[in-house]
């Protein structure tokens, strides 16, 4: 079964950092894209960044673009996202997920979530 956990969620100053973990178990890792997801109150659930299995193909929605870094540990299981300036519009509860699709994918296209970590990006 394939579980995933993240971690590093807190509240932040606007313009400050914070690094979101996702630690999932089992031996598939690596055959899996990672994607990180967020959910602000009302709103949505967005695609918010991925990453191939192997590491080398990075994917963003604009508004996170140059703030935003994805990468993975597949020794450790663990897909991470360092997120930088960030901003209130930042706010919102942040989800990782595991899946097969490639690129700019929508929610349904990945098969496993973790349970969620909310960033609060307030002053």
């Known amino acids: 079964q394939v579980q995933l956990v993240e971690s590093g969620g807190g509240l932040v100053q606007p313009g400050g950092s914070l690094r979101l973990s996702c630690t999932v178990s089992?031996?598939?890792?690596?055959?899996?894209?990672m994607g990180w997801f967020r959910q602000a109150p009302g709103k949505e659930r967005e695609f918010v960044s991925s990453?191939?299995?192997?590491?080398?193909?990075?994917y963003y929605i604009d508004s996170v673009k140059g703030r935003f870094t994805i990468s993975r540990d597949n020794a450790k299981n663990t897909v991470y996202l360092q997120m930088n300036d960030l901003s209130p519009e930042d706010t919102a509860v942040y989800y990782c997920?595991?899946?097969?699709?490639?690129?700019?994918?929508?929610?349904?296209?990945?098969?496993?979530w973790g349970q969620g970590t909310q960033v609060t990006v307030s002053s």
């Open positions: 997920a595991a899946g097969r699709c490639v690129g700019l994918c929508s929610a349904r296209q990945y098969n496993y």
């Open positions: 089992g031996p598939t890792f690596s055959s899996f894209v």
């Open positions: 990453i191939n299995w192997s590491g080398t193909g990075t």
